[in-house]
């Protein structure tokens, strides 16, 4: 078992930004994959950024390239997304999830077995 909680989230005007972390507990972290997704109302969950469990390889969506980073601390067993030039579209809940199959990076929602409960991200135009 994985327990994932975010922090970090809440209300920036346009071009501000924030950075989200995940503290994990329970299963190695250090093996994991962890994926931030987001879901926006009326949309599915989407992935945003994810970081195998070395770093030392990441996945950002494209919408995002540029503007996030992310990053984790294997002797913390934590995981961040700094969020830069944040824009009204970025407005959602913010997600945390894991894989525990740390070789490899999925995009699909449906790779990643533990997630958080979430954290608002609203960005006023």
């Known amino acids: 078992q994985v327990q994932l909680v975010e922090s970090g989230g809440g209300l920036v005007q346009a071009g501000g930004s924030l950075r989200l972390s995940c503290a994990a507990s329970g299963r190695a972290f250090s093996t994991n994959t962890m994926g931030w997704f987001r879901q926006a109302p009326g949309k599915e969950r989407a992935i945003v950024a994810a970081?195998?469990?070395?770093?030392?390889?990441?996945y950002f969506a494209e919408s995002v390239k540029g503007r996030f980073t992310i990053s984790r601390d294997n002797a913390k067993n934590t995981v961040s997304l700094q969020m830069n030039s944040l824009k009204p579209e970025d407005t959602a809940v913010y997600y945390c999830?894991?894989?525990?199959?740390?070789?490899?990076?999925?995009?699909?929602?449906?790779?990643?077995?533990?997630w958080g409960q979430g954290t608002q991200v609203t960005v006023s135009s």
């Open positions: 970081i195998r469990w070395s770093g030392g390889r990441t």
């Open positions: 999830a894991a894989d525990t199959d740390g070789t490899v990076i999925s995009a699909s929602r449906y790779a990643y077995e533990y």
